[in-house]
C-alpha cells in the first residue's frame, strides 16, 4: 500500500502542480478583468464556459489517446502506442473544420439568455476568440498524452506550468491594452490565453521529435488500425465532458440572472474552487493513467485506495480555505465600480460557502471515480451516469429553481444533490466493472 502511494504521488506531483497553475492562472485573469470593468468580470464566466462546452469534445475526444496509450506501454505494445499517437495528430488535425461550424452555434446560444447588450457583446468576443484556444488545447493535450500515457509526468507538467505562468505575465497587458497592444477586456484575456497554449504546443512536439525521430516512422503507421479505438473509446469520454460541462453552462447563464452581488460572489468562488478542484483533476489523471498500466484488478486497489483518500484530504482542506473565504472575504476582488454594495456581497458569500463546502466532497469523489473507470476503458459507462445524472436530476432541478425564483443558493444546492447521486452511480458501477475492459 505504501509503495502504490508513493507512486501514485510521483505520477501524480507534476499533474496536480499543472493543474494548480491552471487555476492560479484562473484566479489571476478573473482579478485583472474585474478592475478592467464590471461588463468584463460578467461576461467572463458565460463566453468562457460556453467555448470550453464546445471545445472540451474535441479535447477530452482526443486527449483520451494519453489513456489508450498508457494501455498500450503497459502491455509492452510500444508499437501500438505509437500508432495510436500518430492517429489522434490526425484527428487533430481535421477538426480544425468543427470548430469553425461550432462559432454560429455557440453565438446563436449566447444571445438566447437576456443578457444586458454590452455583457453579451463582451461575451460574444470573448467566445470567440476561446474557440481558437481551443484547438490548441485539444492539440496539447495529444502532444502531452504521448509522454504522459509512458508515465512521463514531469515534462508535460513542467511546460504547462510555463504557459499558464506565461499567461499570467500577459494578461494584464493584454486586458489593459498596454504597449500598444490592440486588445483590451475580455478579448485581450482570451488572446493571451490562447498565446499560452500555442507555446507549450512547439515546446511539446520539438520534444517529441528529437525524443522519437529514431524510433518510429509516422509513415509507416498504419492509421486505419489506431482511429477507431480512438473514436470508438474517446467519444463517449468526450460527450461525457459535454454534457457535464454543457449542464454547467447552463447552470452559470441561470446563475447570471440573479442579483450582481450573487453573481460577484458565485465568480469568486469560482475562483477559489479551481485550486482544490483542478488538484483533484492532476491526482485523477494520475489515477487514470496508472490504473491503464496495471490490468490486474488486485494491482490497481492500492492506486484506488490512495486516490480516494487523497481526494477527501483535498476536500477537507479546501473546506477550511472557504470558511477563511467567508471571515476575510477579499475585498480586492471587487470590480472598481461595482453596481452593489459590500455587505451585500459578503452576505451572498457567506449563504454560499456551506452548500459549496459539501458539494465538493461528492464532486471530488466523482471525479476520480471516474477516473478509474475510464483507466479501464469503461468510457460508455462513465458517459451514461453522466447523462443520467445530468438530465434526469441536475438540469430539471435548476430549471424547477429557475421557475420558482428560490434564488443562488438553491441553484447550488442542486450541484450537491447531483454530486451525490453521481458518487453512488460510480461505486456500484465500479463494484462490477471489469478491469480488463
Known sequence: MAKAALHLIRTATPLVLAQLAFAANAFVTQVFLARHSATALHASL???????????????????????????????????????????????????????????????????????????????????????????????????????GRGQTRLVGGVTIFGFLLNMALAPIFINGLWGIPTEGVIGAGWSATIAHIVPCLILAVSIYTNSARRFNLHALHLCTAIPSILRLGLPNGLRSVIEIGG????????????????????????????????????????????????????????????????????????????????????????????????????ALHALVAVIAAKAVFEFLTLILQAILRGRGETSAVCRIQATVSFGVWIPAYALVRLSHSGMTAYWLTMLLSGLVSVALLTRTLHHSNPTT
Open 46 to 148: 458565460p463566453g468562457s464556459m460556453l467555448a470550453v462546452t464546445l471545445s472540451v469534445f474535441f479535447i477530452n475526444t482526443l486527449g483520451y489517446s494519453g489513456t489508450l496509450i498508457a494501455q498500450r506501454h503497459g502491455s509492452g505494445d510500444e508499437c501500438g502506442a505509437n500508432r495510436l499517437f500518430a492517429g489522434a495528430l490526425l484527428l487533430t488535425v481535421l477538426s480544425i473544420p468543427l470548430f469553425l461550424l461550432s462559432a454560429p452555434l455557440g453565438l446563436a446560444i449566447l444571445g438566447i439568455f437576456n443578457t444586458e447588450p454590452a455583457v453579451l457583446a463582451a461575451e460574444s468576443a470573448y467566445f470567440k476568440v476561446l474557440l481558437v484556444n481551443g484547438f490548441f488545447t485539444a492539440l496539447a493535450a495529444v502532444l502531452g498524452g504521448y509522454f504522459t
Open 248 to 347: 454547467f453552462f447552463l447552470f452559470t447563464a441561470f446563475l447570471a440572472e440573479c442579483a450582481p452581488a450573487a453573481v460577484a460572489a458565485s465568480t469568486l468562488l469560482f475562483a477559489i474552487n479551481n485550486l482544490p478542484y483542478n488538484a483533484v483533476q492532476g491526482l485523477a489523471q494520475a489515477v487514470e493513467i496508472l490504473i491503464g498500466h496495471t490490468p490486474d484488478r488486485t494491482r490497481q486497489r492500492g492506486t484506488i485506495f490512495w486516490g480516494i483518500i487523497l481526494a477527501i484530504g483535498i476536500a477537507l482542506l479546501y473546506v477550511m480555505v472557504l470558511w477563511m473565504t467567508s471571515v476575510f472575504a477579499p475585498s480586492w476582488f471587487l470590480p472598481t465600480a461595482p453596481n452593489f454594495s459590500t455587505a451585500e456581497f459578503t452576505n
